[in-house]
């Protein structure tokens, strides 16, 4: 059975940092591309940061939405099949429900076959 599961959100003050794992059990991550995506209340879904597969040939195997840019970094590591988001100088704004999703490339979010059932991230004083 295939499944992720993300781990690490909760409650931080406007500033702060938190990392976001995601795992994978019954399927190895390293030959998939990776995003992260949030969905806000009363907002859409919206990709967060991506990285490809470890067997791409891409110039730019890490992607990141412009309001996260400088603040967040993804990457892996593919001995613990596990994904992380660093999230740093985090902003009210970000608050959000957070989903690691595994597809074959970065991209829109119909690429992603695999979805976890996601960590709720409150930036809140």
């Known amino acids: 059975q295939f499944e992720l599961v993300e781990s690490g959100g909760g409650l931080v003050q406007p500033g702060g940092s938190l990392r976001l794992s995601c795992a994978a059990s019954?399927?190895?991550?390293?030959?998939?591309?990776i995003g992260w995506f949030r969905q806000a209340p009363g907002k859409e879904r919206e990709g967060v940061s991506c990285i490809a597969s470890s067997g791409s040939s891409t110039n730019y195997p890490e992607s990141y939405a412009d309001s996260v840019k400088g603040r967040f970094t993804i990457s892996r590591d593919n001995a613990k099949n596990t994904v992380y988001l660093q999230m740093n100088s985090l902003k009210p704004e970000d608050t959000a429900i957070y989903y690691c999703a595994a597809g074959s490339r970065c991209g829109s979010s119909w690429l992603y076959d695999y979805w976890g059932q996601g960590t709720q991230v409150t930036v809140s004083s």
């Open positions: 019954g399927f190895t991550l390293e030959y998939y591309a």
